[in-house]
């Protein structure tokens, strides 16, 4: 199987994006065929989910979101019809004939785009990490069934054949009952530095008021927050663990079918008042599955940290940047992140033959879901739940050498109450939703 990265994803959906309007112009089907689309973002994550969502024939981007006037060229070039607002809320009120909505925005803004979407009754595709608070995420699983909407989170890689093949090993059983999963990211999102002390004047066409949304008001500073830096920001983004966890845990969280741990324990130092912390390392410890031994522990480490020596050494002793191995009774999974996983030892599993699993599109799937033709794999009553498991990693990191009790039915730490002021947010006065 050939392996495929998350750049080659981004650049097929990029690609997309750029096609010639003409092309999208005759590929739209009949008006009562058509879903009607709208993005919150028009650039970067937000460009390649406009390009990959509208490959579709059966949907037409109507309207975007973008705070930022150099961000939306594309979108005027390749969507001439398609209007744009600067305020979110402003495109909902006025946009009375949508049908589904893409958010595409920095973390902060995930859920509260989305709970006003859902509000509306409208069909929602939220990148990942669904949202940026436990709340949060619990909140928008609820209503998105309440209100039996369809809904899918952006783990593209979801979809993929190397990722479905992964979960459907350990369901068959190949390598016995999991006692532990080790995961990990080279990607370091994060900054030890303080917060720069000063203010820079606002670039002409950009609302830095808008861009805050719910976040307290504060000094705009240039190359600080916007673009792409706000990942590092505690206030905006969830670090290299909220991201590239909401990935790579996808499969564990899927095959082990885990939910609430029994404890969350962070060994490494925290973020700093500003930002999250470069390296990370976070063991969980579930109850038993069906799937594992009585309990099992799924330990997540990023940036320059990686598995022990002995846990490397079972994979031949070189892992690759991001990853996961899951140890089981009767051999072990090597899944390196996009490419296929590997059983090993190789002596053993020398005549094992793999299943044949296809992938789907990720997106098609949710235009479909839309129209009434099946259903998505990573609705919000799977990818709500997973994001709460790997956003309470983000939690525990702000409490190193802790073992934290977290009561999942409650949305409570049980056993140290001053982590519970970051399991929910408090939105900045004038930017409140209803329902969060």
Request: net charge positive.
């Amino acid at each position: 199987m050939s392996k495929i990265t998350r750049r080659a994803v981004l650049k097929t959906a990029a690609a997309a994006f750029a096609a010639p309007y003409v092309w999208r112009l005759h590929a739209h089907a009949a008006p009562s065929e058509t879903v009607l689309h709208a993005s919150f973002g028009a650039s970067g994550m937000a460009g390649a989910d406009i390009g990959s969502l509208t490959a579709s024939k059966h949907l037409k981007l109507v309207a975007v979101a973008e705070v930022d006037d150099a961000r939306v060229a594309n979108v005027k070039k390749n969507f001439p019809g398609c209007k744009i607002y600067k305020d979110y809320r402003e495109l909902l009120d006025k946009e009375k004939k949508l049908d589904s909505v893409n958010v595409s925005t920095p973390d902060h803004m995930h859920a509260p785009i989305a709970m006003r979407a859902l509000n509306r009754g409208l069909h929602v595709y939220g990148q990942k990490p669904l949202t940026q608070t436990i709340y949060e995420a619990r909140r928008l699983t609820e209503v998105a069934a309440e209100k039996k909407l369809v809904t899918q989170m952006g783990i593209q890689i979801h979809s993929h054949p190397v990722h479905k093949l992964v979960v459907k090993l350990v369901h068959d059983g190949a390598i016995g009952k999991v006692k532990e999963v080790h995961s990990w990211s080279g990607k370091s999102w994060g900054d030890t530095a303080p917060k720069p002390d000063r203010k820079d004047a606002v670039p002409a066409g950009f609302d830095w008021n808008l861009w805050l949304g719910v976040a307290s008001e504060r000094p705009f500073i240039k190359g600080y927050y916007h673009p792409g830096e706000w990942r590092k920001r505690l206030d905006f983004g969830t670090g290299t663990f909220g991201d590239m966890g909401c990935h790579i845990l996808d499969p564990v969280f899927g095959a082990l079918g885990v939910g609430n741990p029994l404890t969350i324990r962070s060994e490494l130092p925290g973020p700093n008042d500003y930002n999250w912390s470069l390296d990370v390392q976070v063991k969980y410890v579930f109850p038993g599955t069906t799937r594992t031994t009585d309990t099992v522990a799924v330990t997540w480490y990023n940036g320059q940290v990686r598995p022990p020596e002995e846990v490397q050494k079972l994979v031949g002793g070189k892992l690759s940047d991001q990853g996961s191995v899951y140890i089981g009774e009767k051999g072990v999974l090597y899944s390196p992140y996009i490419a296929a996983p590997v059983l090993l030892p190789a002596e053993q599993f020398k005549d094992f033959k793999r299943p044949e699993v296809k992938g789907d599109d990720h997106y098609t799937q949710f235009v479909e879901a839309v129209r009434g033709n099946g259903q998505t794999s990573a609705p919000f009553s799977y990818s709500g739940p997973l994001t709460e498991m790997v956003l309470l990693g983000c939690l525990a990191t702000r409490f190193p050498k802790t073992d934290l009790k977290w009561d999942t039915k409650a949305l409570k730490v049980t056993n140290h109450d001053a982590a519970n002021k970051f399991v929910r947010r408090t939105y900045r006065k004038g930017h409140e939703v209803e329902g969060l």
